[in-house]
């Protein structure tokens, strides 16, 4: 994947700056200065990278597979006020991988494939600013997941 924008400094000069993603990582170039990114999150790619240019400050902001450019606190595509990301919370992680393995091992591949799911929306609430939503979302996953598996469990044992 690999985007590319033109940016003009205040003297005028038009500075490229390119988003690219392979197997050696992420990397921001700026006319030709290569920057490895790293993520902040284990479970998410999120990266927001700070490009000096004169006379601009850009940002540039990865989160998952969805790139954006800001040039002076606002984003290039739709023209939104530029917004640091946030840090996801640390519980969302591990309700995230406790919800995967009782999953796992109540249903298996669809409880696996349900919670990754779900995972998600999660994350999309929590990078949203609506933890509380992420919260109850993995609450009412985890109670799904283990009544679900005892209930499959049991109908399978009665048989």
């Known amino acids: 994947m690999e985007r590319i924008w033109t ?3 205040s003297m005028g000069n038009p500075h490229q700056i390119k988003f690219k993603r392979g197997f050696g990582g992420a990397k921001c170039i700026v006319d030709g200065d290569t920057y490895k990114m790293k993520s902040r999150n284990w479970v998410i790619w999120m990266a927001d990278h700070q490009i000096s240019i004169p006379g601009a400050e850009c940002n540039l902001v990865v989160i998952g597979n969805k790139t954006r450019l800001a040039v002076n606190g606002t984003y ?8 640091p990301i ?3 919370p640390l519980w969302l992680n591990v309700l995230t991988l406790l919800n995967l393995i009782i999953g796992w091992f109540f249903l298996g591949a669809l409880g696996f494939v349900v919670t990754i799911l779900l995972d998600l929306l999660s994350y999309k609430m929590s990078l949203k600013r609506k933890n509380s939503v992420a919260l ?3 609450i009412v996953l985890m109670v799904g997941m283990i009544v679900g598996g005892i209930a ?5 044992g009665n048989l």
């Open 7 to 9: 940016v003009t400094d």
């Open 76 to 83: 290039l595509e739709d023209g939104t006020p530029y917004e």
């Open 86 to 88: 946030r840090n996801i």
């Open 136 to 138: 109850v979302i993995q």
């Open 152 to 156: 499959v469990q049991s109908a399978l």
